[in-house]
């Protein structure tokens, strides 16, 4: 199957600061990519739909001038929490849909980033 | 506002036997639904997916679902110690279009 990367796998900072977190599709062209976000014993919750060369969409109630999301190329999804604070730490899980293969219509998932924020 | 319910457990099942995991969705539009398995500290795994009413069988692992009652369920049979893990019911409202809304979850425990 299809092989999603994110980077860092765990990041902490100081509260106030910047963390950029990066999502890869490594096999295929990614033209959509979604930014979930899990607190802990929580499901996970979409926070953005970002599309190649467009402005995210995010979900209601998701700060889009906290959340960062820049998709620029078709392997390539940046989220980026601006001046983060400890009720920003979760994990941070990205997928993308390859539709040129698309075959089974599924999402391929990141291993998920750990943010924690002091 | 789109609510995927799931009983959040723990489900108990002996090994070898059947385990059966329930879901239900509240926007009856939708046309996609997906069954993940997420171990804990890791991200989801996909099991199956399935959008058309009725049964859809891969290994020891079957979907089904009744779109007219809005319900989704996975049976895993023979079942494992290794099958032991959260179990999300994810659903998508737009074939192949949108993010997907996940239910909070079932944790699954095979005992030996």
């Known amino acids: 199957g299809a092989v999603v990367s994110q980077h860092p796998s765990r990041v902490i900072c100081k509260s106030g600061t910047s963390v950029k977190i990066e999502c890869r599709s490594l096999d295929f062209q990614a033209t959509t990519m979604f930014w979930y976000r899990q607190f802990p014993k929580k499901s996970l919750m979409l926070m953005a739909t970002?599309?190649?060369?467009?402005?995210?969409?995010?979900e209601q109630g998701v700060e889009k001038d906290k959340f960062l999301i820049n998709h620029a190329s078709l392997t390539l999804s940046t989220l980026t929490v601006t001046s983060a604070h400890p009720e920003d730490s979760s994990f941070y899980i990205c997928?993308?849909?390859?539709?040129?293969?698309?075959?089974?219509?599924?999402?391929?998932f990141g291993p998920g980033t750990r943010l924690t924020v002091l | 506002q789109k609510e995927v319910e799931q009983n959040s457990g723990p489900l108990s099942v002996p090994e070898g036997a059947i385990a059966s995991l329930n879901c239900t969705y509240s926007d009856r539009g939708s046309q996609s639904f997906f069954w993940y398995r997420q171990y804990s500290g890791k991200s989801p795994e996909l099991i199956m997916f399935?959008?058309?009413?009725g049964d859809k069988e891969d290994g020891r692992f079957t979907a089904q679902l009744n779109k007219a009652s809005q319900y989704v369920s996975l049976l895993i049979r023979d079942s494992q110690p290794s099958d032991s893990a959260t179990y999300l019911c994810?659903?998508?409202?737009?074939?192949?279009?949108?993010?997907?809304?996940f239910g909070k979850g079932t944790h699954l425990i095979i005992q030996p």
């Open positions: 970002s599309n190649e060369g467009s402005k995210a969409t995010y």
């Open positions: 399935i959008y058309s009413n």
């Open positions: 994810a659903v998508e409202l737009r074939w192949g279009a949108d993010g997907l809304t």
């Open positions: 997928s993308a849909r390859d539709w040129a293969g698309g075959y089974y219509n599924e999402q391929f």
